[in-house]
């Protein structure tokens, strides 16, 4: 049974890292633009890909929402902004250990 989940705070810019209910980690994120705004509601991680080239930094983590996922960047600049065209972006450390932590099926929580 999975007991860790992620709460992302899309006005926050924040995904905080949950073991049921012990906050294990938090860390800033990039968000949606107002025209491609982050989808709230709650998902699961579906599956991941390493290296998955373009924009994604060193890692995606597909969501059980098509075509939104939480990955990395290549622009490390944008952390903390309302800048992505809906997904979750992190610091490729970030991403990286953050999918050390959570295995496929983990709960996702996106609100404002």
Known sequence: MVTTWIDVSVSKR????YNASVLL???PIAVGK????TPTG????????????????????GLSKPHYGIHGTNNPSSIGKVVSHGCIRMLN???????SLVPIGTNVYIHR
């Open 14 to 17: 924040q995904l905080k890292l």
């Open 42 to 61: 709650n998902y699961i991680i579906i599956n991941k890909e390493y290296n998955p080239g373009g924009p994604f930094g060193v890692l995606w983590m």
């Open 25 to 27: 980690k938090t860390y």
């Open 34 to 37: 107002m025209l491609t705004p």
């Open 93 to 99: 450390d970030d991403v990286t250990e953050l999918s």
